[in-house]
T-cell receptor, first 108, second 116 residues
């Protein structure tokens, strides 16, 4: 089976840094994804990690520790438009298994 | 490139009625997925196709849900009869295998179903 846990909600202010954690237990692992989903819209791809370590892409970075079953998404220089749900997903075979998502609210 | 197309965007039906959703994936993408997203939750995989064959339908409630991808391109998802708990957004996604095994899914805008 699989279990993917992430906090339900987080709040932060513009310009700040926020870290969204994700822990997972799965049988079969081919990588970890982060997707962003604005309210009423489709999820869009943010990042992919398959090896341990940090992947940086502009204001967003993602970290993976396979031995700990742990990942985080780091968002820097937060902007109002970053208010969205952030979905952690594990690739199992060629399918993605998603967590419930973390709703991030950014205030001015 | 054109994205994943889905229709209808919104549908309201009474319980026990039937509904069908259509999806056209990105051209050339062999793999197509249907996910169900209930409000406040993450997407749940219903069925995965590789070309016109089913790879995984273990979480599809087969007593009421059916899906097909006859020519290996577009796909339809049908619910008959609908229940109140089927109210959700039905997301279609497609993918082509990327480098180093990363399988990036591109999602359509979704079809929002309300069952009254």
């Amino acid at each position: 089976g699989q279990n993917i846990d992430q906090p339900t909600e987080m709040t932060a202010t513009e310009g700040a840094i926020v870290q969204i954690n994700c822990t997972y237990q799965t049988s079969g692992f081919n990588g970890l994804f982060w997707y962003q989903q604005h309210a009423g819209e489709a999820p869009t791809f943010l990042s992919y990690n398959v090896l341990d370590g940090l992947e940086e892409k502009g204001r967003f970075s993602s970290f993976l520790s396979r031995s700990k079953g742990y990942s985080y998404l780091l968002l820097k220089e937060l902007q109002m438009k970053d208010s969205a749900s952030y979905l952690c997903a594990v690739q199992k075979g060629t399918a993605l298994i998603f967590g419930k998502g973390t709703t991030l609210s950014v205030s001015s | 490139e054109a994205g994943v197309a889905q229709s209808p965007r919104y549908k309201i039906i009474e319980k026990r009625q039937s509904v069908a959703f259509w999806c056209n994936p990105i051209s050339g993408h062999a793999t197509l997925y249907w996910y169900q997203q209930i409000l406040g939750q993450g997407p749940k995989l219903l069925i995965q196709f590789q070309n016109n064959g089913v790879v995984d339908d273990s979480q599809l409630p087969k007593d009421r849900f059916s899906a097909e991808r006859l020519k290996g391109v577009d796909s339809t998802l049908k619910i008959q009869p609908a229940k109140l708990e089927d109210s959700a957004v039905y997301l279609c996604a497609s993918s082509s295998q990327g480098a180093a095994g990363a399988n990036v899914l591109t999602f359509g805008a979704g079809s929002r179903l309300t069952v009254l």
